[in-house]
């Protein structure tokens, strides 16, 4: 299909600001009589805070107020509270103080006295777990139904039970979450490969680059917060109750910020202290966070400890997985194990699964979503185990990847539901083709000391939603306003969906302007930025949006010139009758009309169906244009997929343990390519992820006291331009997905799962099919391998290593 | 090696690093009018972006604190405020220095050039900015002011590196989006070897 804006390359409006650096961060807003707070935080790993002494810094000049848990809502246990006398990891907001600058916050901060009565802590799952072993909070280590729903409570295993799990066997201990299909036992014994791996992946910190900020004051009852968040009118309903205020008294300004990848999505808890603060001291209040405290309460990936039994058939089709999970779901107790193995389903199509997991609270920091939660860790663990089932097979490990590739015929996840359309197979081709599998996995490996490893790697995640709303406004100047509630994530897809709106309405890209980042602006309702979801749900909502204006626009047209709407066409930027275009009228006199005319057509009647939010937008845009609004009711049956394939070739010292990306493909599979420029940052920029994941990123903590060993962005680490290929290529299959109006599906998840599963396939590969089953994969791990050192990759130790 | 990079001035530079991590400065400090009773400010000129400026400015005060909360120049960013991204990338005499890690007090006879700087007086971007932009370089943006400078600098002392140049000059400047392709092809872009 031919279209004007779909597909083709554009420079996102916000994009010359941040070359200039002109673009507004939240800490770059500033207001008239401007305070700061700093938060005072823990330093144990779990504990009760007993009494706070603050007499001294309140006296101090400068010092305008404190703020601790009494003074906040009471937020139900375990959860992530924004200021706690609870205290379940070090780094944990105990209160915050105000003053005139944050050097004398931070003075005053200083003289604080606490009395913390000390608990014990614990920050490896399995040391939990095991009888006997301490629990994260008093009242046990997970959470599960009990009489009054979800509670924490303790779960233990026998000793020989977790000896088991950590020597790679099926610990047949107690779960909090079981699923399976199909019959696992028939399914095995038609197997001619089965083989048994324990795993463990590190949980890794997601450190955005901006540390986060809030600054916000209140004016005639209304509060305005300036925040840093992924999305913008996902975060204004329950920024609001956080504050306790209606909808419409919060004004939500986010503009730009500086990186989520999960951890932004919506309101995170230390958002409520300047709503708080300011609305006590009736003074703008900004607070934001160090890189430190970023590490802390910035959120992190869960890590896995687990276990997996696999079977092939002598075709090479997954015909059983039998998987178990212990999620580190660290303070929140948040684990993504089910997920991860609903991502098995997809990638490997097994006729029988099951799946057993439970996540277990640590003395760590707040666990939460991160970039493809469970699925991504999951395809970097199963990458390897896949490729040792088919090498005992004697299969090609493309030919075992194509063999079990999910089409659009597929059924996925535990209740077995099906998609909305799949090519994996063709991603896997063109990814092969164009990294040339078949000539590099023939090609001399070992030179010296150095030897070249080739590997594949696939990624999945879910990859968009429907029911959110839309609007577009014509001025009536002839101007298409295009208003998102999509966030400025960095991804360009607040700018790329909307140009679904640009299409339908068959306009002119310079004579639109998009209306973003300020919800007085008139932001519609829109699904949070996060999970890949964005391109589909939000092209959608676009399309419909200015479906509904070209509707209003041929009804005032055939009103005016006679006949019906059927006889109507738009193009060129004007309504016209179809068999006699020069009969019609502009845009601009349509929305001239339509301003007259009022009721739906100006705004100043909507929809019933649309959300509480769009409708208050509507309200504010009301007749200043022709207003298009509508809610997404398109059908939606099935899920529908971001799926990716990578190729990558490294070369590993074996000296050294070091190993190099000489060559990296990654191929998207998510219909309809929008904006190619953009797909190809999302699918490098998760490529990098993955790096990140197969080598680089861990926590570290202290098992002695429970501190965080490697809070620096050095220490933790994010790959860097050296630990990335030289130039990285990423393709499309470009194949639209029928229940998207322009064919696109999302793809920022996948991006990163396909690139950490093809670099921990070809580091078993360079080391003859050695399996660490373990992410990263670091240097000193290889180097024992090398050495015949007995480096116990089966401890399934995570966390203090 | 750089010309300007002379032994004394090196040793000086870590001096003064040094002298800024230990001194406080790491707190951000943001309020100019503000500060705790023992802080005594003293006025100074620094050339900025080829302008002089008075500034009152603390013992420990960082250069990243003056232009951020002083000269309301924001386009240098805070992104860990301990030298290890490379957010606040600067130039001061044409090399790139991290503007969270140098006393402002060290650059009074000096010239800095921040991100703003970098425009003609006419408006017009600066190459290496039309070049980010065309190959859509940042994602969030945050790290994308020092990628701009350190590619500046970069192209200043050799007008047309190789692409392993390039990630070797710009290895100091994080990017957890991952644009790296992206910068790199930016900077491809900008020495005239992309069209």
Known sequence: MTYMHIGKDFTPPDAEGKVTGAARYSEDFRRDGLVFARLLTSPVPSGMVRNIDATEALRMDGVLGILTADDLPETPRPGNPALSNELTYVGQPILAIAAISEQIAEDALGRIRLDIERRAFVVDPLDSLVEGGPNAYPEGNVMRRGESGMELAPLKWSRAAVENFRNGRDPQAEFTTEWSFGDLDAAFAECSVVIEEPFVSAGTPHHSLEPRTCMSYWENGRCYFHGSLQSQSAANAPLARMLGIELDDLCFINETTGGGFGSRIGPYPFMAISGYLSRNLNRPVQVRITREEEFFIGS?????????????????????????????????????????????????????????????????????????PGQNEMHAITAPIMDKAANQLGMDRVAFRRANAPDSNSRIEANQTNMTSAFMREAIDMGAQMFDWEGKINQPRRNGSKVIGIGVGQGYHAAGNNGFDGIVRIGTD????????????????????????????????ENCEIVRGNSDLGLPHSSGQGGSNTMFTHTR??????????????????????????????????????????????????????????GRYSGAEYPDDINELTALAVQKIA??????????????????????????????????????????????????????????????????????????????????NGLPANIGLYQSKPPTFLDVPLQMRTAAVNIPDPQSPVGARGIGEPAQGCAVAAVTSAIADALGGHLFNRVPVTPDMVIDYVAGNAYNNKSLKTNTF | MNPRLTRRRFIKGVIYSSAAAMSGAGLYLTNAQSQSSAAVGRLISINVNGRTRSVDVLPQETLAHTLRYKLNMTGTKLGCNRGECGACTVLIDDV????????????????????????????????VQQAFLEELSPQCGFCTPGQVIATVALLKANPRPTREEARQALAGNLCRCGAYDHYLNGVMRASGQLS
């Open chain 1, 541 to 598: 909502t676009n399309w419909v949006a200015a479906m509904d204006a070209i509707a209003k626009m041929k009804e005032i047209a055939a009103a005016e010139l006679g006949g019906t709407v059927d006889d109507y066409s738009i193009g060129e930027e004007r309504v016209f009758k179809t068999a006699t275009p020069a009969e019609g009228l502009t845009y601009a006199e349509a929305a001239q009309r339509a301003v007259a005319l009022g």
């Open chain 1, 623 to 704: 007749g200043t244009g022709l207003v298009g609004v509508a809610k997404d009711n398109l059908e939606k049956n099935g899920t529908a997929p971001g799926l990716a394939v990578a190729f990558a070739e490294i070369e590993m010292d074996l000296d050294t343990g070091k190993y190099e990306i000489l060559d990296y493909v990654g191929i998207a599979e998510c219909g309809t390519i929008v904006h190619p420029k953009g797909l190809s940052q999302g699918m490098n920029g998760g490529g990098v992820w993955g790096f990140g994941m197969a080598g680089h990123e861990r926590h570290v903590y202290d098992p002695q």
């Open chain 1, 478 to 509: 002839g101007r298409i306003y295009l208003h998102t509630g999509v966030g400025n994530l960095g991804t360009y897809s607040y700018a790329g969906t909307v140009r679904a709106a640009a299409e339908a309405l068959q306009c002119r890209w």
């Open chain 1, 300 to 372: 992190a990936r869960s890590g896995m400890q687990g276990w997996m039994k696999v079977g092939l058939k002598p075709d090479g089709k997954v015909a059983a997985v039998d998987l178990v999970i212990v999620n580190d779901g660290g303070s929140t107790g948040s684990g993504s194990g089910s997920s991860g193995a609903g991502a098995v389903t997809v990638i490997y199509q097994p006729n029988a699964m099951r799946f057993r997991g439970v996540s277990v609270f640590t003395n760590t920091t707040p666990r939460g979503a991160q970039r493809g």
């Open chain 2, 96 to 127: 790139t220095t991290y503007a969270c890690s140098m006393l402002t007090h060290s650059v009074k006879t000096r010239t800095v050039t921040t991100v703003e700087g970098l425009r003609s007086p006419d408006g017009q971007l600066h190459p």
